[in-house]
């Protein structure tokens, strides 16, 4: 059905005076075809409105439209009450050129009235159009300026941003090798007192400088670290003291006194080869766990000496694969550093104002381990890998065995020379002791390690 309404004019060819219906663009389109000609745009010449979803129901409106602007919207807002609001739209660029662009009838939030109403297109939500009422001389100079319009749009667009949400917690569950646990490692390098009453501190320079000497003491040692970066921390030095393990910390000035503000530096680095969890089921005539712990110089833990039994599985290190993974260390002159006990993290975190380094207590460490044997609960260990290629070829299997160097080559700048002396940090063997004693190291010298029993386990 066709529904034309009369438009007075005082000759029988309209002027390009009288006013039109055209189009005016409220929001963009949030795709790339904002611009071609397949869309409406500032400017268009409103010729006709379909009104209705199928051929039964539906309504034609052609130009000119009676009252412009505010008789249109008229009637929108009765299709809309009838919830028949599938409108087509087909208007005039230019003489001869035609557009059509199928849209739906919606409120306009953005004028504050509700009975006012806009169209949405079907192909993109985010493009909203409505009416103006301009003389078609308006029109056709908005459309010849196209161009500068999109300059302009471009000028003035801004990229828009805001807050997600995000599944943390699935995250955090699912992806990461010990859940709820970053594999991120640093330490806290607080800077050192130059006098004994700690009132001045070295520069920032010292600290790195110690840093560095900490990390390539550890690399020559045998542990497989390699540096990420460091950053610096600034803040009091109890407030310094107090955030090693701590995400937010702040300082202030308490009536004018001055607290005295350090810079400390925070060490990341991470294993060459990634961790690799070892679980050691117990059994009931377990006596032994078949290991050593011991911790150097620098604070790291590791298995200082393992036993592997020759055609049996008796202990639970032999059984674990641990055995096996301890001897493919110590024949690439590598330490094998257990970097958690049960998911708990006992790497060293903090270097003193005085120098000391704060790490795991090897005498805590073994009781825990004793009692993990006496009640037969399993104890799972992360080790820090020397190898990418062992995550993949080697230790996914339950014993890990040695690889063939065509496997696993060591490059030549991470090959350690195999010369014992006082300080380097040798795995002992085996023989002629007890192994399955934990022992650590209390000498005076802890470069040096020695095997003193710390309890039965």
Same mark, same amino acid.
């Not at 990461?176 to 800077?191: D, E, M, R």
């Not at 010292?206 to 803040?235: C, F, H, K, P, Y």
């Not at 530096?265 to 060459?272: E, Q, V």
């Not at 020397?386 to 080559?409: D, G, I, Q």
């Given at each position: 059905?066709?529904?034309?309404?009369?438009?007075?004019?005082?000759?029988?060819?309209?002027?390009?005076?009288?006013?039109?219906?055209?189009?005016?663009?409220?929001?963009?389109?949030?795709?790339?075809?904002?611009?071609?000609?397949?869309?409406?745009?500032? #400017?268009?010449?409103?010729?006709?409105?379909?009104?209705?979803?199928?051929?039964?129901?539906?309504?034609?409106? *052609?130009?000119?439209?009676?009252?412009?602007?505010?008789?249109?919207?008229?009637?929108?807002?009765?299709?809309? *009450?009838?919830?028949?609001?599938?409108?087509?739209?087909?208007?005039?660029?230019?003489?001869?050129?035609?557009?059509?662009?199928?849209?739906?009838?919606?409120?306009?939030?953005?004028?504050?009235? *509700?009975?006012?109403?806009?169209?949405?297109?079907?192909?993109?939500?985010?493009?909203?159009?409505?009416?103006?009422?301009?003389?078609?001389?308006?029109?056709?100079?908005?459309?010849?300026?196209?161009?500068?319009?999109?300059?302009?749009?471009?000028?003035?667009?801004?990229?828009?941003?805001?807050?997600?949400?995000?599944?943390?917690?699935?995250?955090?569950?699912?992806?990461?090798?010990?859940?709820?646990?970053?594999?991120?490692?640093?330490?806290?390098?607080?800077?050192?007192?130059?006098?004994?009453?700690?009132?001045?501190?070295?520069?920032?320079?010292?600290?790195?400088?110690?840093?560095?000497?900490?990390?390539?003491?550890?690399?020559?040692?045998?542990?497989?670290?390699?540096?990420?970066?460091?950053?610096?921390?600034?803040?009091?030095?109890?407030?310094?003291?107090?955030?090693?393990?701590?995400?937010?910390?702040?300082?202030?000035?308490?009536?004018?006194?001055?607290?005295?503000?350090?810079?400390?530096?925070?060490?990341?680095?991470?294993?060459?080869?990634?961790?690799?969890?070892?679980?050691?089921?117990?059994?009931?005539?377990?006596?032994?766990?078949?290991?050593?712990?011991?911790?150097?110089?620098?604070?790291?833990?590791?298995?200082?000496?393992?036993?592997?039994?020759?055609?049996?599985?008796?202990?639970?290190?032999?059984?674990?694969?641990?055995?096996?993974?301890?001897?493919?260390?110590?024949?690439?002159?590598?330490?094998?550093?257990?970097?958690?006990?049960?998911?708990?993290?006992?790497?060293?975190?903090?270097?003193?104002?005085? #120098?000391?380094?704060?790490?795991?207590?090897?005498?805590?460490?073994?009781?825990?381990?004793?009692?993990?044997?006496?009640?037969?609960?399993?104890?799972?260990?992360?080790?820090?890998?020397?190898?990418?290629?062992?995550?993949?070829?080697?230790?996914?299997?339950?014993?890990?065995?040695?690889?063939?160097?065509?496997?696993?080559?060591?490059?030549?700048?991470?090959?350690?020379?195999?010369?014992?002396?006082?300080?380097?940090?040798?795995?002992?063997?085996?023989?002629?002791?007890?192994?399955?004693?934990?022992?650590?190291?209390?000498?005076?010298?802890?470069?040096?390690?020695?095997?003193?029993?710390?309890?039965?386990?």
């Amino acid at each position: 059905m066709d529904r034309t309404s009369s438009q007075s004019s005082s000759s029988d060819s309209p002027s390009r005076d009288n006013k039109v219906l055209s189009i005016e663009c409220f929001r963009g389109s949030s795709k790339s075809d904002e611009w071609t000609s397949d869309m409406l745009q500032t #400017g268009d010449i409103v010729e006709e409105l379909r009104v209705g979803g199928s051929a039964n129901s539906l309504i034609r409106f *052609k130009s000119p439209f009676k009252n412009g602007k505010s008789g249109v919207n008229k009637i929108l807002q009765e299709a809309y *009450k009838k919830k028949d609001t599938s409108i087509l739209v087909r208007v005039r660029r230019g003489i001869d050129e035609f557009v059509e662009l199928q849209c739906c009838i919606v409120p306009n939030d953005l004028s504050g009235s *509700k009975k006012s109403y806009v169209l949405r297109s079907i192909i993109d939500p985010n493009y909203l159009v409505g009416f103006l009422d301009r003389t078609e001389a308006e029109c056709f100079q908005l459309q010849a300026t196209r161009t500068s319009r999109m300059v302009n749009e471009l000028t003035s667009t801004r990229v828009q941003d805001g807050f997600v949400s995000y599944p943390w917690e699935r995250r955090m569950q699912e992806l990461l090798s010990v859940p709820n646990s970053s594999n991120f490692i640093s330490i806290l390098l607080l800077p050192k007192a130059s006098d004994r009453v700690a009132s001045r501190y070295n520069d920032v320079e010292d600290t790195l400088a110690r840093a560095n000497a900490w990390l390539n003491a550890a690399q020559a040692s045998g542990i497989s670290g390699e540096t990420a970066s460091s950053t610096v921390n600034t803040g009091s030095l109890s407030d310094l003291c107090n955030i090693a393990n701590a995400s937010l910390y702040g300082f202030e000035d308490y009536h004018g006194v001055d607290i005295g503000v350090v810079r400390a530096i925070r060490l990341w680095y991470a294993p060459m080869g990634g961790e690799f969890s070892i679980e050691i089921k117990l059994k009931d005539d377990d006596t032994k766990l078949g290991f050593a712990i011991s911790r150097t110089e620098e604070g790291f833990i590791f298995i200082s000496s393992s036993v592997i039994d020759e055609g049996k599985e008796n202990s639970p290190a032999t059984r674990s694969g641990l055995s096996n993974l301890y001897k493919l260390a110590t024949d690439t002159s590598r330490l094998l550093v257990v970097s958690r006990i049960s998911n708990q993290r006992v790497l060293p975190w903090m270097v003193s104002s005085t #120098g000391a380094i704060r790490c795991y207590d090897t005498v805590s460490l073994s009781q825990k381990l004793s009692l993990h044997r006496h009640t037969k609960v399993p104890i799972l260990l992360h080790v820090f890998l020397w190898e990418r290629a062992m995550t993949t070829s080697s230790v996914e299997s339950k014993k890990p065995t040695p690889l063939s160097p065509s496997v696993l080559p060591l490059p030549r700048e991470v090959q350690l020379a195999h010369h014992p002396n006082e300080k380097q940090i040798q795995p002992l063997s085996c023989e002629g002791s007890d192994s399955g004693d934990i022992n650590i190291s209390n000498s005076s010298q802890p470069t040096q390690l020695e095997r003193g029993a710390a309890g039965d386990v």
